[in-house]
Every structure is written in C-alpha cells, then in structure tokens.
C-alpha cells in the first residue's frame, strides 16, 4: 500500500472510531474493514477513455513492453506477474511468464496467472477479450501516443488504474510533473548551447527508404526538443513521397541500427545528402524510442549529445539507474544542489 493510500486509511479509520464510540458490541462492523471499503469506494471506478476499471487490481499483465517499461518507471514493477513475449526491460521483467502478444495472447498463461488486469498498447482480438472477460480478467488499452502531452497522460492513467482517481492521481501528478520539469531543463539547456539560430537539420531514419519520423510523431517533438529541426516535419505517417525526397537536406542523420552507413552511402535516395557525404550519422536502438519510456527521453539525450557534443549534458538522465530504488520526492546532493536524475515515487505492493 502506497504512502497517500497508507495515511487515508488512517484518516478513515480515526473518523469510524470517533464516531463509534459508546456502541459497542459484538455485532458492530469492523472499523478496519470499513475504512477499507470505503477508501476503495472512494478510488474505483477508474474510467480511462472507453475502459472502466471497477476496483483495485492487484495482479497485472502487460501485454505491450512500452506498457511494461512505464510501470517500472512508475515504480509499479512488483505488481507485474506476467510479460509479453518481447518485454525484455528492464532485466526483472525477463524472469516474468511469457502471455503470448496483444495480437496472439496466450490466453491460457494468462488464466493460468489469473491477473486482475490485463494491459494492452493494441486492442486484443475479440475472442480473447471475451474469453478474458468471463474469467473476470479486466482489459485495457493504452495505445501508443504522438506528443509529450499523450505521454505524461498515459503515465498519469497508469497510476490511475493501478491505484485510483485520488491516490493513483497524486502518484501520477507527482510523477508528471517531475518530467515536465526535466523536459523544460533540457530545452533550456540546449536553448543555452545552440541558440534558436543554431539548430541543425535532422532525419531519424526507421526503415529504408522513405520511412522515417514525419511531423505528427512523438519523435518530432522529441527531436524539436533538443534543438534539431526535422526535414520530415512537413509530412504525415512516417513517409516521405519519393516525388519530394529532393527537397530533403538533413545535416545529421540517426537511423535504426540495422541500417548501416554503407547502406547509405549505397542507397540513391541518400548517398548526396550532405550527412551522408561526411558521415554525420548515429546509429539508435529503435526498439527503445518505440517504448515511449523514460529511457527513450535518456536516448534522445545521447542523440542530442552527438549532434551538439558543446552542451553540457553530463550527468543528464530521467531514468534512475537500473536496480536503484525509486524516490518519494527528490532529494538535494551533498553540495545542496538538485540531482540531475529524475526522482520517482516509491514502489507500490
């Protein structure tokens, strides 16, 4: 049980027994009971879009490893009891029972586990949901997002649903305003490096040819928050018409890491360009940047340390480092100063 969740049990339950002086008796109710029920009546429903979520679950199984990721960022990790087939982060999620994908769930790992909550980025074929649904499984769907407003929201729905329209909202409200507050730190300090008048043009390349980050993708932000303007950001849907490809003249190229600058150097839509001729390319984990996760923000920053290797990021990071227990509030260091890391509520059980 959480802090927040902690002290309003024992603010209820001091309001039960004032009240409940002078009756007693074998067939009074249980305080504890219900200040308990109470409290749980206070926090659920949780309504998140088109899903409602009737009260607190305990198990959980995330079908979606950027689902996965944002748990443990939120420091919900110990209530996952199983993982899709491809959560491999952080380590402790590779030791969880595999549940097949959103696409094919293993329905039977998942009853078997018999989780209160079932997590989804896609919606589950419609036979799965109902047979999840008749084994009282709840199911939600928390798809991926296109602007840094989406993500502080589905961190904040995920606090939510795991703890309730006022504990799991302070959690979440903490937690989001802690990244804003980073996010804003890391414009500034760019802003500090660069200038508005400095900023370099920029291609992220996810699959050759013409797929790479157009202007209504999270990673368009993302790149315009570290001072890079995107040569794509006049188009849609993570396509570039080869008919427009000649207007493109990035000056830093990252691309998923199974592309390779020879495959670059080698490819006629790219081998002029003027990143390509002097080799001004950075390879990425593109896997990472679709988690939409703390540690896709901690790899726009090496992005962003490549392309002005003159800011001062040192020691810049929003995740904690991996096996370091999450934070209540942040903490000053020894020099009195702010820690550079991004402090994050303690772990709920």
């Known amino acids: 049980m959480g802090k ?45 879009g088109a899903f409602s979520l009737r009260s607190r679950p305990g198990d959980v199984v995330s079908l979606s490893p950027a689902l996965t990721e944002k748990l ?6 110990s209530r996952l009891t199983g993982v899709s087939d491809f ?11 595999r549940c097949g994908t959103a696409q094919l769930p293993d329905i039977e790992a998942i009853k078997e586990l018999s989780p209160d909550l ?10 799965a949901w109902t047979e999840l649904q008749q084994s009282d499984i709840e199911v939600v769907v928390l798809p991926p997002v296109t602007d840094l407003a989406a993500l502080s929201q589905t961190y904040l729905d995920m ?45 992220y390349v996810r699959v050759l040819d013409f797929n790479v980050a157009t202007g209504d993708t999270l990673e368009q932000q993302l790149l315009d928050l570290i001072g890079l303007d ?20 990035p000056t830093v190229i990252f691309s ?19 990143a390509v001729i002097g080799d001004v390319w950075m390879p990425v984990d593109g896997a990472i940047l679709e988690r939409q996760s703390l540690r896709s923000l901690d790899l726009m920053v090496e992005m962003a340390k490549y392309a002005y290797p003159e800011a001062d990021l040192a020691g810049f990071t929003f995740a904690r480092e991996s096996g370091e227990p999450a934070e209540e509030a942040s903490e000053p260091d020894a020099s009195g100063e702010d820690s550079d890391q991004l402090p994050l509520p303690s772990s709920i059980n």
């Open 87 to 97: 959560c491999d982060y952080p380590p402790e999620a590779e030791s969880l029972p």
């Open 159 to 203: 606090a939510r649903l795991l703890e309730g329209n006022t504990t799991g909202a302070q959690i979440g409200d903490l937690f989001v305003s802690q990244l804003e507050d980073k996010t804003q730190q890391l414009a500034r300090t760019m802003i500090d490096a660069i200038g508005e008048e400095s900023r370099k043009s920029v291609l």
């Open 230 to 249: 995107n040569a794509a950001e006049a188009f849609t849907g993570w396509t570039v018409p080869e008919e427009s490809w000649k207007e493109l003249a």
């Open 4 to 48: 927040w969740k902690r002290l309003l049990a024992v603010g209820l339950a001091a309001v039960l027994f004032l009240t409940g002086v002078g009756c007693k008796g074998s067939d009074q109710p249980d305080p504890d009971e219900e200040s308990s029920q109470e409290e749980e009546d206070m926090e659920y429903p949780v309504e998140v």
């Open 256 to 274: 998923d890491n199974s592309i390779t600058m020879k495959m670059f150097e080698q490819n006629a839509y790219y081998k002029g360009m003027k």
């Open 72 to 77: 443990y960022d939120l420091g919900f990790g």
């Open 118 to 127: 079932v997590l989804s980025s896609a919606a589950l074929p419609e036979g």
